[in-house]
């Protein structure tokens, strides 16, 4: 699976339409939602509809397929694993993680599954969502709990009703747990993906707080209405000098690996295997358009 994740767009999985329209959104994702954008007297139903959809619309060419399942305190969590985990879904999107302990638990959960249903051991991946005050404090720690997580994510709507404060437009209430979710999501080594923006309407809103996410470090965001996929998409390409420098890093790299070095210079700057691969992953972002 390639991770090119520059927007990730929440559907309902009530939303029968919605499900169907999604695939020509132009997200690097499609995560179908199982917990906050359904009432709970149509949870059972929106698992049903999620397990018909899934095979329908996957499409590894296009788009990464997720599932957002309910929260481990629910009581839903098990049955959703069941409902949906196949050989056509590719995340599990977590939400509610406090800490490792929870994180373990799923990864448990998801051995047993794959192992009941023949898919491969390990195939599906883990995408927590740490939005709680104990969550942020165990970030790194939850970061770490598994080989399946390749991406997690801040929930500033959690975490302020966590923390008993008010959620602002300014946002400053979230800034500190936003840096340090990147921050620990880097020094894992998994993907910081950004929460979404909830005034969908606002584009300017849409573009500040994008550009504040990319700034600190998250390399995409979830989006809840595809007229957000094109802006966010566009916020996360690389931009025409960073182009240039990765073309420029992969030439002079690539051209002192055959005479055998594994390091080698640029305007001053060293160019080796990591700073190369970096210089790889611009190019591919723009090679998926």
């Known amino acids: 699976m390639t991770l090119i994740l520059r927007s990730l767009l929440f559907v309902p999985a009530i939303r029968e339409r919605f499900i169907q329209k999604a695939p020509d959104s132009g997200a690097d994702a499609i995560c179908l939602d199982l917990e906050d954008s359904i009432a709970p007297e149509d949870k059972l139903k929106a698992r049903e509809m999620v397990k018909a959809a899934i095979p329908k619309i996957a499409d590894r060419e296009k788009y990464i397929l997720f599932c957002r399942v ?9 049955e ?71 991406m997690a994510s801040f929930g ?44 969908y309407k606002n584009e300017n809103k849409l573009r500040e707080s994008t550009d504040f996410s990319k700034s600190i470090g998250y390399k995409g965001r979830y989006c809840i209405h595809p007229s957000q996929v094109p802006v966010v998409n566009s916020l996360f ?36 295997r990591p700073v190369y691969v970096r210089a790889l992953a611009v190019i591919a972002n723009i090679e998926k358009e």
Request: net charge negative; aromatic share 4%; hydrophobic share 40%.
């Open 80 to 150: 959703d694993l069941l409902a949906v985990c196949n050989e056509d879904l590719d995340v599990i999107s977590l939400p509610k993680g406090n800490g490792p302990g929870i994180i373990r638990r799923v990864d448990h959960y998801l051995t047993l599954i794959e192992k009941q249903k023949g898919l491969t051991p390990g195939r599906i991946q883990i995408a927590p969502w740490i939005e709680s005050a104990e969550g942020v404090l165990n970030a790194l720690e939850m970061c770490q709990a598994s080989t399946r997580i390749t």
């Open 156 to 199: 500033s709507e959690d975490f302020t009703h966590d923390m008993g404060i008010p959620r602002t437009t300014a946002s400053k209430e979230v800034e500190w747990a936003n840096y340090r979710v990147a921050t620990s999501c880097i020094a894992a080594g998994v993907i910081p993906i950004a929460g979404p923006e909830m005034n």
């Open 70 to 78: 309910n929260g481990y305190d629910t009581n839903l969590l098990e």
């Open 237 to 272: 390409q690389p931009t025409e000098v960073e182009i240039q420098e990765a073309r420029e890093i992969i030439r002079t790299y690539e051209n002192a690996e055959k005479i055998g070095l594994g390091a080698t210079g640029l305007d001053g700057m060293v160019v080796d």
